[in-house]
């Protein structure tokens, strides 16, 4: 530990000034670099519950979370500190972000208790624990540096068991938690909305993991492998996409609440899913005698704007007013194939999302559409 107070704080001011230079350099920066940390790995399993291990279900969700955002987030580069099961040490994730100059670090964890009933989705950023159970996840997180040789140097003599080593980590990493809490918030929100899944809130803990990043950093706790249900859940392909689904939407309002903030700086951030082709497809509809398939996200009763948040972010919406309702499409094709394999990415953000056919820019049914 240090021995000065002063030098504690000449050290955050260093801190906070490098943060303050470094924000301003993301926020010029056109393409925003973001890592996503799969916790645990190699033989350092994490959590193990009756059927599963930690570092396999964390991995699987760190993996499609990458994959949507690769394919619905273009100007977002993605980084892994893993795609395999192989050990990272923990100083070395953070490695990876800092090099990279990345803009968000994603860590992805599964929770365990002592006890079996407890459930449900926590997501921590780095700070001070406020109660003794924040305490403990962070211990458990922690304690994996006993794999690392010489970690009582490498680490500043943290001891994993200490509350005392927890306080300069939380100190130091202050100037990002405004940020840090904002996605976080986003996460949770997903969670208990989108997947209907229990929200155990937003916490601070002193995390090893995202001790060192010089980024805004969060930590998903994506359900506890020591309930047997919630664990049924997790290794299940819908857990998967459940879980990586909330984080990406999380992800997407996240930078979309900093591009409202500062409009002038960041214009060049891609929120379209659709290309300049299908925009054109869209606009042959209503001019030939040609089907097409589209896929229909949304039906209402009442008029919704077609930027509106409701649409998740796919920025060729269509609107079709049918009798007084309004119906909301994505997408068109004329390969009724070509629209199921788009059907198969849209059912990731409307999972009741269905194909319909128009002709003349007028619906007709399936059946009449595949005849023709």
């Given amino acids: 530990m240090y021995k000065n107070i002063n030098v504690i704080f000449l050290i955050i001011f260093i801190f906070l000034f490098n943060f303050h230079t470094d924000t301003n350099a993301q ?104 109660t003794q159970e924040n305490l403990d996840v962070a211990k458990r997180e922690n304690s994996v540096i006993v794999f690392e040789e010489d970690y009582s140097k490498k680490y500043e003599g943290y001891n994993p068991n200490s509350s005392e080593s927890y306080i300069i980590f939380s100190l130091m990493q202050n100037a990002y938690l405004e940020q840090s809490l904002s996605l976080a918030s986003f996460v ?31 930590l998903i706790e994506t359900g506890f492998i020591s309930n047997k249900k919630e664990e049924e859940y997790l290794i299940s392909k819908k857990g998967e996409n459940d879980i990586a689904l909330c984080i990406y939407n999380a992800l997407f309002e996240y930078i979309k609440s900093i591009k409202n903030k500062t409009a002038k700086e960041l214009t060049n951030f891609n929120f379209n899913k659709t290309t ?51 119906k909301y499409t994505v997408g068109s094709n004329e390969n009724l194939k070509k629209i199921k394999k788009m059907q198969q990415s849209v059912k990731l953000n409307f999972p009741d999302a269905f194909i319909v056919a128009f002709k003349n820019g007028k619906k007709i049914s399936i059946n009449e559409a595949i005849k023709k």
């Fill in 27 to 130: 926020i010029q920066n056109k393409r925003m670099i973001i890592v996503i940390d799969a916790g645990h790995g190699g033989k350092d399993s994490g959590a193990i519950g009756r059927k599963s291990q930690e570092k396999n279900i964390v991995l699987a969700i760190a993996l499609k979370l990458g994959k949507l955002i690769e394919d619905g987030l273009k100007d977002i580069k993605v980084i892994y500190t893993r795609k395999t099961d192989v050990f990272i040490e923990l100083n070395k994730r953070a490695e990876i972000a800092n090099k990279s100059k990345a803009d968000l670090f994603i860590s992805i964890h599964a929770n365990s208790n002592k006890k079996t009933k407890p459930y449900g989705a926590e997501t921590y950023v780095m700070g001070l624990h406020k």
């Fill in 188 to 218: 949770q929100g997903e969670i208990k909305n989108n997947a209907k899944r229990n929200d155990r809130g937003v916490k601070q803990a002193g995390f090893l993991v995202l001790w060192n990043t010089t980024m805004p950093s969060v």
């Fill in 276 to 326: 300049e082709t299908d925009r054109a497809e869209i606009k042959k509809d209503f001019t030939n005698d040609k089907i097409y398939f589209k896929i229909q996200i949304f039906s209402s009763s009442k008029q919704i704007p077609l930027n509106s948040n409701d649409f998740k972010g796919y920025k060729s919406v269509e609107e079709h007013k049918i009798s007084s309702t309004f």
